[in-house]
């Protein structure tokens, strides 16, 4: 029973990072012995002259040989260091490419699980579903037009008669004669402001009507 809670958790760490790990380490190493050796080159340079002011010229010829035979190990890992870089380089892109065809692989996945719910079957379904939904929509239409056709009754006609109804009902809203507010009465005039005046008498004689109109109006005083 102890074997199953002591498993260790699989480490997100690659061959290829242990590579470019290992080549790093190698790339610093190369670093830190060059900076030693071009320290130690210095040293002897200064130790040579000493060397052939005080006239022992054996010793500083052997101080050059080494100088010389470290000067040829720091080209040889010039080269290593350029080799150990370009490497580290193409590892560090081959990493890049692997993610980026993990990720192409998981969305090509991800993609195929899309597709498997949009099935062409349903999406067909729906759409001629959709469709009939239209035209049964527009044959609702088409009755309801060709009722109102039916009718006789053209659009203008139509129209006045909603222009009377909206007549109609705003009339309908206006109050009662009930309801409006008392007018207060005009004031009486006073008797003495009265004055009486009798008509006028004409000046001029009646005319050929009045007279024709006169003996008529005899005959029937005496018929009387």
Partial sequence: MGHLFSKK?????????RAV???KTTRDKIRQYQKRSEIQLEKDRELAKKLLMAHKKERAKLLLKK??????QLQKTDGQLGNIERMIQDLEFAQIEIKVVDSLRDGNEALKEVNKLLNIDDIE??????????????EISALLCGFVAETGLSEDELEAELDALLERSEVEELPDVDELPEVDKLPEVPPSAAVDQLPNVP???PSAAASQRSPARKVALVAS
Avoid: W, Y
């Fill in 9 to 17: 958790k699989k480490s997100s760490v690659t061959e290829q990072d």
């Fill in 21 to 23: 790990l290992q080549l």
């Fill in 67 to 72: 100088k010389h035979f470290i000067e040829d």
């Fill in 125 to 138: 379904r729906i759409l001629d579903e959709t469709k009939e939904g239209a035209e049964k929509q527009e």
């Fill in 203 to 205: 000046q001029e004689e």
